[in-house]
């Protein structure tokens, strides 16, 4: 089952680059662009985790999350603070107010993604999806292990992201646009061909006990996680 992110955003740009990403890492998805639109939204249909602006026209992040803590049926929801506000005394205030994990913009989505996560690991651990297997291959993204039929892999931390964003998405075809996105972040620059050279090495450390390799080239368009075919 896939978790249900809330992000409660008023920057349309914003809201949709999130949107973007998040539903690209297999979470379903919904926007809100101001407080009162979320707690409607929130009513009809409760989310995992929200993303929480804090300057939401209408009503404020803030009073979003203080009344989100305030009812017994979502005193429990996780939230995390977007803001632009970095001053230790608003981290302060985000938190004391109720906000699980606080986030100031500009951030890295692999930094989300990764926050995300951790919460959802921390609160609703049935969602967080620590520990997945998919043919032979088992990825726990805790203790960061990878086994294939029973063997140990021994993976870079790239190599690692790599290997969790096909798992993520087997069968998918992914070009090397996409996965410099999605392994690396679209906030840093690397060289298009460097995916080749992380992919040879995930092929390399899955080359195990002469099983076929999981990783296909798919001419002229990218790399795609095919275990049926390995």
Same mark, same amino acid.
């Given at each position: 089952?896939?978790? %249900?992110?809330?992000?409660?955003?008023?920057?349309?740009?914003?809201?949709? +680059?999130?949107? %973007?990403?998040?539903?690209?890492?297999?979470?379903?998805?919904? $926007?809100?662009?101001?407080?009162? =639109?979320?707690?409607?939204?929130?009513?009809?249909?409760?989310?995992?985790?929200?993303?929480?602006?804090?300057?939401?026209?209408?009503?404020?992040?803030?009073?979003?999350?203080?009344?989100?803590? #305030? @009812?017994?049926?979502? @005193?429990?929801?996780?939230?995390?603070? +977007?803001?632009?506000?970095?001053?230790?005394?608003?981290?302060? !205030?985000?938190?004391?107010?109720?906000?699980?994990?606080?986030? /100031?913009?500009?951030?890295?989505? $692999?930094?989300?993604?990764?926050?995300?996560?951790?919460?959802?690991? !921390?609160?609703?651990? #049935?969602?967080?999806?620590?520990?997945?297997?998919?043919?032979?291959?088992?990825?726990?993204?805790?203790?960061?292990?990878? !086994? !294939?039929?029973? /063997?140990?892999?021994?993976?870079?931390?790239?190599?690692?992201?790599? +290997?969790?964003?096909?798992?993520?998405?087997?069968?998918?075809?992914?070009?090397? =646009?996409?996965?410099?996105?999605?392994?690396?972040?679209?906030? $840093? %620059?690397?060289?298009?061909? /460097?995916?080749?050279?992380?992919? #040879?090495?995930?092929?390399?450390? +899955?080359?195990?006990?002469?099983?076929?390799?999981?990783?296909? /080239?798919?001419?002229?368009?990218?790399?795609?996680?095919?275990?049926?075919?390995?």
């Amino acid at each position: 089952m896939q978790p %249900y992110i809330l992000v409660m955003e008023d920057e349309d740009a914003l809201s949709t +680059l999130l949107q %973007y990403n998040l539903e690209k890492e297999g979470y379903d998805v919904a $926007v809100a662009a101001d407080g009162e =639109e979320g707690l409607v939204q929130i009513d009809e249909r409760m989310p995992d985790i929200v993303l929480l602006d804090w300057m939401l026209p209408k009503v404020s992040g803030i009073e979003v999350c203080r009344r989100l803590r #305030g @009812r017994p049926e979502t @005193r429990n929801l996780p939230i995390i603070m +977007l803001t632009a506000r970095g001053e230790e005394s608003d981290r302060v !205030r985000g938190l004391d107010t109720g906000a699980d994990d606080y986030l /100031t913009k500009p951030f890295s989505m $692999v930094e989300l993604i990764a926050r995300i996560r951790a919460v959802l690991r !921390r609160i609703r651990p #049935g969602l967080a999806e620590d520990r997945v297997g998919h043919g032979d291959i088992i990825i726990d993204r805790v203790a960061h292990r990878v !086994r !294939r039929a029973g /063997t140990e892999v021994h993976l870079g931390p790239t190599e690692f992201r790599l +290997l969790d964003h096909f798992m993520r998405h087997p069968g998918r075809v992914f070009s090397r =646009e996409q996965l410099l996105d999605a392994v690396w972040g679209s906030d $840093v %620059y690397v060289e298009a061909r /460097t995916v080749d050279v992380h992919v #040879g090495r995930l092929r390399k450390a +899955l080359d195990v006990g002469g099983s076929a390799n999981p990783i296909r /080239t798919v001419r002229s368009a990218g790399y795609s996680l095919d275990l049926e075919h390995s």
